[in-house]
């Protein structure tokens, strides 16, 4: 499974990049205008900090001017994957990249059938967003096995990334129902790597091993 960091604060992504265990980058426009920093700057920046993709998201809400902003973000390195909405317009820009050999996101999934025509339409990541489905009532990770066995079912190679992460639970049951991705936000990466069992196994270790007075350098 790919983790990716849901992020645009490139200190923290540089740091979490450092452990190896960052795949990839998701940006949306709120995360853009949290780094209150022109786009193409911080998109070019994360690119240059991580090999794996990058999403970066076109804003128009039309399929002409979602092509030409997406053909720019493009242009910007070869990791950019151009983020689009799941609507209409998102898939028939989303049909065109895919011919240009443009990657895509289609993003703000909400169901299996938005999820059915994304990956007819050729998209390259289809993201369903988990948190936002648990927040309106619905069992968001439900969504994951639905669209893993739709997929599975028509051998459509649009990878499944679950979106909207909140937790390290979310992680898990993403992985266990079969999603290819997650993206996640920088707090609940650094969640992952967390157990209070592992920090209390270790503090006696590193206590009885002081004992011995011994060095293995
Ligand atoms: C990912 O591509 C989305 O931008 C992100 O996961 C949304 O998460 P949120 O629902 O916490 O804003």
Same mark, same amino acid.
Request: aromatic share 6%; hydrophobic share 50%; with cysteine.
């Given at each position: 499974?790919?983790?990716?960091?849901? @992020?645009?604060?490139?200190?923290?992504?540089?740091?979490?990049?450092?452990?190896?265990? $960052?795949?990839? $980058?998701?940006?949306? &426009?709120?995360?853009?205008?949290? +780094?209150?920093?022109?786009?193409?700057?911080?998109?070019?920046?994360?690119?240059?900090?991580?090999?794996?993709?990058?999403?970066?998201?076109?804003?128009?809400?039309?399929?002409?001017?979602?092509?030409?902003?997406?053909?720019?973000?493009?242009? #910007? =390195?070869?990791?950019?994957?151009?983020? #689009? &909405?799941?609507?209409?317009?998102?898939?028939?820009? @989303?049909?065109?990249?895919?011919?240009?050999?443009?990657? @895509?996101? #289609?993003? /703000?999934?909400?169901? =299996? =059938?938005?999820? /059915?025509?994304?990956?007819?339409?050729?998209?390259?990541? #289809?993201? &369903?967003?988990?948190?936002?489905?648990?927040?309106?009532?619905?069992q968001g990770m439900d969504l994951i096995t639905e669209i893993r066995a739709i997929y599975d079912?028509?051998?459509?190679?649009?990878?499944?990334?679950?979106? +909207?992460?909140?937790?390290?639970?979310?992680?898990?049951?993403?992985?266990?129902?079969?999603?290819?991705?997650?993206?996640?936000?920088?707090?609940?990466?650094?969640? /992952?790597?967390?157990?209070?069992?592992?920090?209390?196994?270790?503090?006696?270790?590193?206590?009885?091993?002081?004992?011995?007075?011994?060095?293995?350098?």
């Open positions: 499974m790919q983790l990716f960091l849901d @992020t645009t604060d490139t200190a923290v992504l540089k740091d979490l990049a450092a452990t190896g265990l $960052v795949d990839g $980058v998701t940006t949306n &426009p709120s995360l853009i205008a949290k +780094s209150g920093r022109p786009m193409l700057e911080v998109i070019a920046e994360i690119c240059g900090l991580v090999e794996g993709p990058v999403s970066a998201e076109a804003v128009a809400t039309d399929a002409a001017g979602m092509l030409a902003e997406g053909r720019k973000l493009a242009a #910007v =390195a070869p990791n950019v994957v151009v983020k #689009v &909405p799941l609507t209409r317009e998102g898939l028939v820009a @989303t049909g065109v990249f895919a011919r240009e050999g443009i990657q @895509t996101n #289609v993003t /703000l999934c909400f169901s =299996a =059938a938005q999820a /059915l025509l994304a990956a007819k339409a050729g998209a390259t990541y #289809v993201s &369903p967003f988990i948190g936002r489905l648990d927040d309106h009532g619905a079912n028509f051998d459509f190679d649009t990878e499944i990334l679950a979106a +909207s992460i909140r937790s390290p639970a979310h992680v898990t049951s993403a992985a266990l129902a079969g999603a290819d991705c997650a993206t996640i936000p920088p707090d609940v990466f650094a969640a /992952l790597f967390k157990h209070p069992l592992t920090e209390k196994g270790l503090e006696q270790f590193l206590s009885d091993w002081a004992k011995t007075g011994q060095s293995i350098l």
